[in-house]
């Protein structure tokens, strides 16, 4: 696991041991895993823990994120988070909040389970359910501090996913490319009508990734209406409506 301590040790974290025995074991699991089941394309040592592990702690680099981390009656959810990521790095970083996975597709969430109970993680629960109909249950909508998700559609869509889950004074980010900037003027209105105020955008490099990232940062300022997020497939299959 060097490259994810010097990578992190940039960041500014210094993983512990256990820590650092967690990650590997993570790792072996998710290679072995995915032999079975399809949860991700990279599976290279090195490449798992620059573009997997490094990219999902990369998330601390924002002032808003570690303040909600390390209170421990902060509630998160990383919506769309396939094979833990990002929620499941940081849960091994910053164990005290409490974690959502939400998840749609069963055999990722088996994955979840497996290693939740593995590595004996207490506070984190994995849920199989579509974003659209899981926002729509009390028990989630806006209840959140902190939403999260990482590759999972355009920003239009990901706030549609994610910003019904804040509860007012909550964050999103998101974790995005290059054009995060661009992106996130793009989804303005979207924000807007969802209850959010688009906060800032900060670029990221990461040791030993080429291209840049960035985090998209929007806050909860107001109720997102009822009616959303719409049915499953229509947020994606027609985005809330895009500026320039
Ligand atoms: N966040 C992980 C990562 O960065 O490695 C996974 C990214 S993967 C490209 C997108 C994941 O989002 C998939 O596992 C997919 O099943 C899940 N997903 C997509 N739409 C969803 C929805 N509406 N509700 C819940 N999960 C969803």
Redesign the pocket.
Same mark, same amino acid.
């Not at 919506?79 to 094979?83: L, R, S």
């Not at 939400?102 to 597709?105: G, P, R």
């Given at each position: 696991m060097q490259r994810l301590v010097d990578g992190a040790a940039a960041l500014g974290i210094c993983l512990t041991t256990k820590q650092q025995a967690a990650f590997q074991f993570y790792y072996q699991e998710l290679v072995a895993w995915n032999q079975k089941f399809n949860l %991700?394309a990279i599976t290279d040592y090195e490449q798992v823990q620059i573009r997997?592990f490094l990219d999902s702690l990369s998330c601390l680099l924002a002032e808003e994120v570690r303040q909600v981390l390390n209170r421990p009656e902060a509630r998160v959810i990383d =919506? &769309? %988070? &396939? /094979?833990g990521?990002p929620g499941l790095p940081l849960k091994l970083v910053c164990p005290g909040f409490s974690l959502t996975l939400? $998840? @749609? %597709?069963g055999k990722?969430v088996l994955f979840l389970d497996h290693l939740i109970g593995q590595l004996g993680l207490q506070r984190v629960s994995a849920i199989k359910a *579509? @974003? $659209?109909e899981l926002a729509h249950d009390l028990s989630h909508r806006e209840q959140y501090d902190l939403a999260l998700a *990482? /590759? =999972?559609g355009e920003l239009p869509v990901v706030v549609e996913?994610t910003l019904p889950f804040c509860r007012i004074g909550g964050w999103v980010v998101a974790q995005k490319g290059e054009a995060g900037a661009a992106e996130a003027w793009s989804a303005s209105q979207a924000i807007t009508l969802l209850g959010g105020e688009l906060y800032r955008v900060m670029p990221v490099e990461l040791p030993g990734l080429p291209e840049d990232r960035s985090l998209v940062i929007i806050k909860k300022v107001s109720s997102t209406p009822p009616n959303y997020p719409r049915r499953p497939g229509i947020p994606s299959k027609r985005p809330l409506g895009k500026r320039g």
């Open positions: %991700t997997h =919506v &769309g %988070t &396939g /094979a990521f939400l $998840e @749609a %597709t990722k *579509r @974003a $659209e *990482r /590759a =999972v996913y």
